[in-house]
């Protein structure tokens, strides 16, 4: 079974502080995918990190994907109350006849709490 | 809004009934995934389907809970003489599947199950 372990579990900043949240496993994933749920709706896609190394910038997010494609990370610069929410780190892996990226493991996700 | 449609967003049921929820994918995907999200964990794989195929329900209960994506209309989960411990948030998320692109998976609101 593939576990993606998620860290901090909860995140409670002030308003213009800068915060990193990891994502690592043990397994190997074909890629890796960060989304924010916010309460009483469904996950929303802000990234996917496909190559091992990249780095990609979404505003004031940046997400890393480790070099063995095993860990991920996402640091928001800057942090506003309106970045509150949750954060879940997802992978996926290839199956035997392409790609298949809808089937994820997700990481338990990390409660960030911004205050102004 | 052409996203993944969930219907109904809550859900009573008493135990002992059925639930049905239903998943239409984004226009133009034609591969759907089941995720259950239980209070204070995260989101954990059901059951990925096809149109008319179920690809793998490694996720899946074995009793009780079933599945189908018929050749029109939208996906269906069923549970059968529903328990307390069913009482979760159910997601659906569909991806289009071409072997050579990366592809990624887009949710809907989710289903609200609370079982009295």
């Known amino acids: 079974t593939q576990l993606l372990e998620q860290s901090p579990q909860f995140l409670s900043i002030q308003e213009g502080e800068n915060l990193t949240v990891y994502c690592n496993s043990s397994?190997?994933?074909?890629?890796l995918q960060w989304y924010r749920q916010e309460p009483g709706e469904g996950p929303v896609l802000l990234v996917t990190?496909?190559?091992?190394?990249e780095v990609k910038k979404l505003k004031r997010l940046t997400f890393q994907f480790g070099d063995a494609r095993k860990d991920s990370s996402l640091h928001i610069t800057a942090a506003q109350p309106g970045d509150t929410g949750l954060y879940l780190c997802?992978?996926?892996?290839?199956?035997?006849?392409?790609?298949?990226?809808?089937?994820?493991?997700f990481g338990q996700g990390t409660i960030l709490t911004v205050h102004p | 809004n052409a996203g993944v449609m969930q219907n109904p967003r809550h859900l009573v049921r008493r135990r002992g009934q059925e639930a049905r929820l239903r998943c239409s994918p984004m226009?133009?995907?034609?591969?759907v995934y089941w995720y259950r999200q239980l209070p204070e964990e995260g989101l954990k794989f059901m059951v990925y389907?096809?149109?008319?195929?179920?690809?793998?329900e490694s996720g899946m209960p074995k009793e009780r809970f079933s599945a189908e994506f018929p050749k029109e209309g939208p996906s269906i989960l069923r549970i059968q003489q529903v328990v307390r411990g069913d009482s979760a948030a159910y997601f659906c998320?569909?991806?289009?599947?071409?072997?050579?692109?990366?592809?990624?998976?887009?949710f809907g609101q989710g289903t609200r199950l609370t079982v009295v």
């Open positions: 226009k133009g995907h034609s591969h």
């Open positions: 997802a992978g996926a892996r290839g199956d035997a006849g392409g790609t298949s990226y809808g089937k994820l493991t």
């Open positions: 998320a569909s991806s289009s599947r071409v072997p050579e692109l990366n592809t990624e998976a887009f």
């Open positions: 397994s190997v994933f074909s890629s």
């Open positions: 389907l096809q149109k008319e195929n179920i690809i793998d």
């Open positions: 990190v496909v190559t091992g190394g």
